[in-house]
Structures are given as C-alpha cells and as structure tokens.
C-alpha cells in the first residue's frame, strides 16, 4: 500500500443538509466532495497525491441519484451514475445523446461507479457527457447552506478544469427541457482509438430543428476542441433559418475554425480534431440531405 | 497523520470487519488484510478489469473504490463461484471452452460476466462483447471467452440468471 493513502481525511454525512453545513463549517479547509471516485482514486494513486480531505456522498444516493420528470424538466439527480443515464427510458425519450453518451464511457465496470456530477465536475474538455449539456442548454442546480442557485452549463466551465463552484457548494443536479419533437435532428459522436475505454480525441453532440425544411434552434456542442466545453457558434449562427442545402453545409464547416481551438497532444492533433468535426458537422447538417457529402481529404 | 476507519461489510457471505484507511482500495483490503487473491492488481486504473468484483451484485473495479464506500455492502469475489468442489457453470465452460491461457484476466471476466448473466443481460455476440469490454487479455483473442460466456448461458436455461 502506498504510504500516501493513510494520511487522506474522509467525512460522510448522512443527508444533504448535513453535508452542506459541513462544506460551510470547514469552508477553507480543502474538502472535496467524492462521488464514484473513478476520477479521485486515479488521481491519488497515478499522482501519488497524499493528505486530501474528501467528503463521501455515498449516502446521498436516495436524495442526489433520482432521475425524473420535474414539471416540464427533466432532473438528473447529480449522483446518478453512466450505468442509470444508459439504462434510463425516461431519458432515452427525453433525449436518446444522453444515453449513447454515458455508454461510451470506460466501460461496464467504470459505467457502474462514474456519476454524471463527477463527470461535470472533474472538467476535463474531454468528459463525453459534457457536449450533450452543452447542445440541450441544461442548467446546472449548485447547493450550499446560503441557498440553490441554477447555472446554466455553458457559464459553469470557466478554463482548463476550471468551475464556478464554490468550495462550500455541492452540484446537486442537472435540468433541461426535454426534446421529443421528431423534427428534432440530435447526433452524438465520440472519436477515440478503440470503441472501449479510450479517451476522446475529440466528442461531439448535435441538436436541431428542422420546421419546413428550415433549419432552427442549431447546437453544435464540441469536447476536446479547447480548454473547455465548446459551441461552435458562428457555425449556428450561420446555419440558423436555412434549408440544410449542400452549400450550407460547407460554408458551416468552414466557419469551424473560428470557435474551435484544439491543440496537438499525445491523443491527437490540431489538424486531425479540425478535421474530424468539420466531417461531423458535414454528417449531422446534411444527414437529411440523402446525398453524399465527399469528407474532406 | 494516519487514519483509519473500522469498515463492516459482508464478503463472499460471511460478515467481515477490517480497520483500514479510509481512501485505500478495496482491491488491496481484499488480497492483502483479506488474504482474497482472486482479484488481481493490472493497472491499477480501471483500465484492465483483472481487478472486477461485485458491490451489491454490480461489477466494479476494485482498485477505483476506496474502501470507506463498502462500508455495509455485500462483496462477492471469484472465490464465492465455486461451491466447495463443484465449479460454477461459469468455471465449467471456461474450462472446456479454453476460456482462459495464462489465468491473469480470469477472475475478472468470470465475475463480470457473473453480475452481467445475473442480470439477465443479451448474451448475443455484440451485446456480451460490450458488457465485457472492460477486461482485457493478452492471450484468448475473446472469442473462447465468448464461447464459453454463451455456453454457460445455455446451460443454465434461457433465463441464466435463474440458476447461475
Ligand atoms: C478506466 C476509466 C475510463 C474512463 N473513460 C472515460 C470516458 O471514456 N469518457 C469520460 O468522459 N470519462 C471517462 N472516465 C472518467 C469518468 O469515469 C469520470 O469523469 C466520472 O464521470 C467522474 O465521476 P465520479 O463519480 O467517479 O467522480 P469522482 O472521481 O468521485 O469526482 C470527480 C471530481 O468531481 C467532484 N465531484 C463529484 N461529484 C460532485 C458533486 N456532486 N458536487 C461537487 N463536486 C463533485 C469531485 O470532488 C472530484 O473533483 C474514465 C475513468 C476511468 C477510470
Ligand atoms: S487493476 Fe483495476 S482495472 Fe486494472
Ligand atoms: S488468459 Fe492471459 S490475459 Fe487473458
């Protein structure tokens, strides 16, 4: 056993009231919430990291893990793990990305462990949940004893692993408005080397409406393309209100660059990432089109 | 500082005691206070699989689970399968379909296929190539651990679970 895990601190509060006093109590005492753990105990482990002090949410999971149905929102208990979002018929027709995202991440036996919230938290650009936030405009309820307030995804990833929350808050939920409408376009597709297990070179989440032929309301949500969580913009904005003909199509790929800054590292590089989420964004616009669009070479 | 927690969980069914440091992992508190060696430590991140056992009849790594969190839970290792000389069918057809070479991924296939056919999971070729992606082997190509999964499956009825 390595020395460093007998000197970290763990607390385990019985319900979420409990918990949050505790966050306020020991505010500058460097306690963090610990969920499924699979991003924590590589971290300690890998990094040899020692004297941590970790809040345990395990006994949260009745109040934090429900997924349900919340006037006309759908809310994802921040507890709730890829396992639940997989299996999840409430979420499969709310929104199907959600389901195919959690199944791509790890595998089983990491599915069983990894909760929605650590994914959010943990802030990695390249957590494969993180786009389908993006594209469904969900917001984010944080907790602490000085009340709830609801943040909406895309203001919550500040930079690289960087959060707008607070050390005495707890994420306690994801909301978003269910999107059931068959004119509805989604598409969710993650770029790795191997099917399981692998870490995205580059994750992207799509969501549209297509009214008479006009293309409305266009999400086009990227991971790994920048140091946080990305929407390609000037790429909506250029889409929005128009038939997704092939010219479009086009002039929307190229306006990528312009929103999405990825970088060269031992997963990928730049050139390959601009690439791939031109050809993305070529497949989901088009998709209706029936023609077939030659990928960039 | 040191600290440790006194962590009451029931293993393999017999209830358990350990004193341990609450961040440490399950997988060393099972082979080394334990002296439970059938889960085996690969890579130590959740890569591999050769760590998997059951919290609660659920596959996990073992070596991503600090022990604090099966404080009250039911563990199962490759070491409940067999009843005392009486191999598990899934033991069994590992064994006549050549399920395993060198051994080191078996306890972890073995147990993840366990929870998946308990669950009354697809034993269709690419549902059961996806329920066990997580464990990998240098040796069997997959395909007799597939064989030997679906085997076991058959012989244990259609619905698996019942019996395994
Ligand atoms: C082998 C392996 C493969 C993986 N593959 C993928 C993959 O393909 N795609 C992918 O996206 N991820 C992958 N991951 C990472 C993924 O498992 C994590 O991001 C997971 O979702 C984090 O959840 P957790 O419950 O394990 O978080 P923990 O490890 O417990 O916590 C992670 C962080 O979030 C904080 N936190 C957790 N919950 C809360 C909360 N409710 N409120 C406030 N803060 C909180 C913690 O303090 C910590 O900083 C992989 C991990 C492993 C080990
Ligand atoms: S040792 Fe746990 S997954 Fe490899
Ligand atoms: S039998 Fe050797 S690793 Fe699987």
């Known amino acids: 056993m390595p020395a460093i895990v007998s000197d970290h601190r763990v607390h385990t509060p019985s319900d979420v009231d409990d918990a949050l006093r505790f966050l306020a109590d020991h505010r500058d005492e460097g306690w963090r919430p610990l969920a499924g753990g699979t991003d924590v105990m590589v971290g300690i482990y890998r990094d040899h990291t020692g004297g941590q002090r970790w809040l345990n949410l395990s006994r949260l999971q009745a109040p934090l893990a429900g997924i349900r149905r919340e006037d006309d929102l759908i809310r994802i208990g921040a507890l709730a793990t890829m396992a639940d979002l997989r299996k999840s018929s409430l979420l499969a027709a709310a929104c199907p990305l959600i389901g195919q995202a959690a199944a791509v991440v790890g595998a089983t036996q990491v599915q069983n462990r990894a909760t929605v919230g650590g994914n959010i938290v943990n802030g990695s650009p390249a957590g494969d949940t993180l786009p389908v936030w993006l594209a469904l405009d969900a917001e984010l309820e944080l907790a602490s004893t000085r009340g709830r307030r609801q943040v909406p995804y895309e203001q919550f990833m500040t930079g690289y692993r960087r959060t707008v929350l607070e050390s005495d808050e707890l994420l306690t939920a994801i909301l978003f408005r269910p999107r059931s409408d068959e004119r509805l376009r989604m598409y969710f597709r993650k770029v790795a080397p191997r099917a399981a297990q692998g870490i995205s070179k580059l994750v992207f989440a799509a969501i549209a409406g297509l009214e008479d032929g006009y293309l409305h309301e266009v999400r086009l949500a990227f991971g790994s393309m920048g140091p946080t969580t990305i929407r390609a913009r000037a790429a909506e904005q250029l889409a929005e209100g128009k038939p997704p003909s092939l010219s479009l199509v086009e002039k929307a790929a190229e306006t990528l660059a312009r929103d999405l800054t990825p970088i060269d590292d031992h997963r990928s590089t730049a050139d390959y990432r601009h690439r791939v989420a031109r050809n993305l964004v070529r497949e989901f616009l088009a998709g209706n089109l029936g023609d077939h669009i030659p990928a960039a070479r | ?164």
């Not at chain 2, 992992?25 to 059938?38: A, F, H, I, K």
């Not at chain 2, 059951?54 to 399968?81: N, W």
């Open chain 2, 1 to 164: 500082m040191s600290e440790r927690t006194t962590i009451r969980f029931t293993l393999n069914g017999h209830a358990v005691e350990v004193s341990a440091p609450p961040m440490q992992r399950l997988l060393d508190v099972l082979r080394e206070t334990c002296g439970l060696t059938g889960a085996k430590n690969g890579c130590g991140e959740g890569d591999c699989g050769a760590c998997t056992v059951l919290v609660d009849g659920i596959a996990v790594v073992s070596c991503l689970v600090p022990v604090i969190q099966i404080d009250g839970a039911e563990i199962r290792t490759v070491e409940s399968l067999a009843q005392g000389d009486c191999l598990h069918p899934l033991q069994q057809a590992f064994l006549e379909r050549d399920g395993t070479q060198c051994g080191s991924c078996a306890s972890g296939f073995l147990m993840t296929a366990c929870s998946h056919l308990e669950h009354g999971g697809d034993t269709s070729d690419a549902e059961l190539r996806a329920a066990l992606s997580g464990v990998l082997c240098r040796c069997t190509g997959y395909n007799r651990v597939l064989e030997a999964v679906q085997q076991a499956a058959e012989g244990a009825g259609h619905h698996a679970g019942d019996r395994l």
